[in-house]
């Protein structure tokens, strides 16, 4: 094999190497929507953006209720969203879901007591 063929085999292996390298994936998008008033929940998971995943989790929760809002989204992650007692709810992110429930926890608590999860979901990445 003569130089010329070995270089332009190197180059096209530094080449390919390289692209799929700086090959970049894309997010995935989340969101949960929330009625407060009704406890109706609404959510949605890999989505090209956020605001397609807000939009499909408003119209999901909007089938049972009216006063929906979007209570958080995430990306390459989870979210979730805890109930409790006297009307608390808190919702969030985490890289996981024991984290995005742990979050929801957390600031349902701050709110009230007997908080339980009641939605979560997780993208695929």
């Not at 909007?62 to 919702?91: E, H, I, K, L, P």
Request: charged share 20%.
């Amino acid at each position: 094999m003569s130089r010329l063929h070995v270089a332009a085999l190197a180059a096209a292996a530094v080449f390919a190497t390289s692209f799929g390298v700086s090959e970049a994936r894309a997010d995935n998008y989340g969101a949960i929507a929330y009625s407060p008033r009704t406890g109706a929940v609404g959510w949605s998971y890999d989505h090209p953006s956020r605001r397609r995943a807000e939009r499909v989790a408003m119209g999901n929760c909007r089938s049972y209720a009216g006063d929906c809002r979007v209570v958080t989204y995430f990306y390459n992650a989870c979210g979730a969203v805890a109930r409790g007692s006297g009307g608390a709810w808190g919702a969030d992110w985490g890289d996981d879901r024991d984290a995005a429930e742990s979050n929801a926890l957390d600031a349902c608590y701050n709110h009230g007591d007997n908080c339980r999860v009641v939605r979560w979901a997780c993208t695929s990445r």
